[in-house]
């Protein structure tokens, strides 16, 4: 089992920034991505940006050049840099990891944290 536990989130004007962390623990060898999703109200929850254990990343188009993801290996923990905020990027962003053992794939959730982003 794999936990993931999210913190940072919080209320910012829009143009602010803020920085999401989310920490891995439990058997947490053999994970591949590590990934923010993010779910708006009357929304489907959705891709905001992943990263690979290999280094490789991907944003969805709306966050582009205002969002960067990176991950400490050592400190088991994935980040999301948000700069420029918007009122749309308001949303509880979750973190998610995916995970390969004994020939199966796992899929875990963190709680969510929620970012509010005021016009």
């Known amino acids: 089992q794999v936990q993931l536990v999210e913190s940072g989130g919080g209320l910012v004007q829009a143009g602010g920034s803020l920085r999401l962390s989310c920490v891995a623990s439990g058997t947490i060898f053999s994970i591949n991505s590590m990934n923010w999703y993010r779910q708006a109200p009357g929304n489907q929850r959705e891709l905001v940006a992943g990263?690979?254990?290999?280094?490789?990343?991907n944003y969805a188009d709306s966050v582009k050049g205002r969002f960067t993801i990176s991950r400490d290996n050592t400190r088991n923990t994935v980040y999301l840099q948000m700069n420029s905020l918007k009122p749309e990027d308001t949303a509880v962003y979750y973190c998610n990891a995916d995970q390969w053992r004994g020939g199966t794939r796992y899929i875990y959730w963190g709680q969510g944290t929620q970012v509010t982003v005021s016009s």
């Open positions: 990263s690979t254990s290999a280094g490789s990343t």
